[in-house]
């Protein structure tokens, strides 16, 4: 039905910059809040930024005034722009949204596979 892909993950050195895409696609659909979540190895996953449709933003403390998140509501697309990169953000990052899908209408949270990102010392 609806699909949650992600891209731009990689490797990078800390203070480095990177910046991660997820694209929605499917039919007779629209999002919600988006987000971008993050799971780093023996941790729980743990919310990074959200918006909402209208574009509210929301961070975690520890990626505040470093991470940006954005969207595109006609091209149904979430961006995070990641700077000043610390070994601490090594995760494998996940896309996630609301989703209302239409005909019959019903909600849904719908994940991306993840992408990971590598952040050198």
């Known amino acids: 039905q609806v699909q949650l892909v992600e891209s731009g993950g990689g490797l990078a050195q800390a203070g480095g910059s990177l910046r991660l895409s997820c694209a929605a696609s499917?039919?007779?659909?629209?999002?919600?809040?988006m987000g971008w979540y993050r799971q780093a190895p023996g941790k729980q996953r743990e919310m990074v930024a959200t918006?909402?449709?209208?574009?509210?933003?929301n961070y975690a403390d520890s990626v505040k005034g470093r991470f940006t998140i954005s969207r595109d509501n006609a091209k149904k697309t979430v961006t995070l722009q990641m700077n000043s990169l610390k070994p601490d953000d090594t995760a494998v990052y996940y896309c996630?949204?609301?989703?209302?899908?239409?005909?019959?209408?019903?909600?849904?949270?719908?994940w991306g596979q993840g992408t990971l990102v590598t952040v050198s010392s």
């Open positions: 499917g039919t007779s659909f629209s999002l919600n809040t």
């Open positions: 918006i909402t449709r209208d574009g509210r933003t």
């Open positions: 996630n949204s609301g989703v209302v899908v239409l005909f019959p209408t019903k909600l849904l949270e719908v």
